[in-house]
């Protein structure tokens, strides 16, 4: 998502009059001849195949009996995530390039194919395929892109203003119903609630964890002297039974020290101990309208917040944080 939101990001600036940024699980496949422009990001997972988000998706476009010209009216383009040392490079951004011409559509540009190898990761095959793109656009249909130059070189006011406002209440102004975790039952309630409340993994995840597990075993492996740290854990599930297929990825939500987390709220100059809402700005109300579900009703304490959607200690901020951050800087 990081790629396609920087893609929604640059077309905003570049004037584009309508962007809409989705997972391609919540695409209805059945809409793409009414579409005019879409930009596909697609990375390949396993031995080639396509992520799970595409799965539904790419099935769809492979009916039979969609005709050669059932994508005439749209015109597209593909960029792929991939890794060069894997046999079947980049495989799903290739077969989706080919499908859609299969079906009609015109590539507005070649297909890019980012790289996990290059030196400088995906962006360095990115960062010169959307210029490329852009300045097609803007050739072809300035419509479609009619301010090339904010692209090129952005007025710093116009990073596209916030989608969402955070309001903070007193913690002696708010029913608290998370300040006393009894049990593990109130724990994976608090943790959904403070997942399912994040922009940031809203649409990623549907309020995980499914999963409670303990523990039982943390044993360092390696001896240490060498600078690495390769530990066995071992995990027990608590309440439920954890059922799995083979091919299934365990993702880890590992706790964070509270003393980080303080340290950080404290840094952006904001109480821990204080509460807060999340709202979309009115103007993306409708497109958010699943998000806004309870979330404004139900302040959650900032800390806990932090501690259980964000991770404060090792994430690497992405790219965007650094481009507000300039910006901020400026103002
Ligand atoms: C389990 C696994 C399988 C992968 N298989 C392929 C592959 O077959 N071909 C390829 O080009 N890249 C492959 N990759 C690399 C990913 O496509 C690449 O890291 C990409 O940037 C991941 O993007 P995403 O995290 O947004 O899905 C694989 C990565 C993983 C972790």
């Known amino acids: 998502m990081d790629v396609a939101e920087r893609v929604g990001r640059e077309a905003e600036r570049g004037g584009c009059p309508s962007v809409d940024v989705q997972s391609m699980d919540h695409f209805d496949p059945n809409t793409l001849p009414t579409e005019s422009t879409v930009i596909f990001v697609v990375s390949t997972t396993g031995q080639g195949d396509p992520p799970d988000t595409m799965k539904v998706f790419w099935r769809f476009l492979l009916k039979r009996n969609l005709g050669s010209s059932w994508l005439e009216g749209l015109h597209y383009a593909v960029f792929g995530l991939g890794d060069s040392g894997y046999q079947k490079y980049n495989f799903a951004a ?6 859609l011409q299969d079906l009609g559509a015109k590539p507005i540009i070649e297909k890019g194919l980012g790289d996990d190898q290059h030196p400088s990761g995906y962006e360095g095959a990115l960062d010169p395929w959307l210029m490329s793109l852009w300045k097609t656009l803007n050739h072809v249909n300035s419509t479609i892109l009619p301010e090339m130059s904010e ?6 006011n116009k990073l596209e203003h916030p989608k969402f406002k955070i309001m903070y209440h007193a913690s002696n102004e708010v029913v608290q119903h998370d300040s006393h975790i ?14 399912s409340m994040s922009p940031s993994l809203h649409g990623h995840d549907h309020g995980e964890p499914h999963y409670l597990l303990k523990m039982v075993t943390n044993k360092q492996l390696s001896k240490g002297d060498d600078g690495r740290d390769v530990r066995q854990f071992v995990l027990e599930p608590l309440a439920s039974v954890v059922e799995y297929q083979v091919g299934d990825v365990l993702e880890v939500l590992p706790g964070q020290n509270p003393a980080f987390v303080d340290v950080f709220i404290k840094r952006c100059k904001l109480d821990p101990d204080s509460y807060i809402t999340i709202e979309p700005w009115s103007g993306e109300r409708d497109a958010m309208d699943s998000y806004v579900n309870g979330s404004s009703d139900h302040p959650i304490q900032l800390r806990t917040f932090v501690s259980r959607a964000m991770d404060v200690a090792s994430a690497s901020p992405r790219r965007y944080f650094f481009e507000a951050s300039i910006d901020n800087n400026n103002n």
């Not at 290739?94 to 499908?99: A, M, Q």
């Not at 009894?182 to 997942?195: F, G, H, P, T, Y």
């Open 151 to 156: 692209i090129l070189h952005p007025s710093m």
């Open 94 to 99: 290739k077969k989706l390039d080919k499908r």
């Open 182 to 195: 009894s049990d593990l039952k109130d724990m994976k309630n608090v943790i959904e609630r403070a997942r």
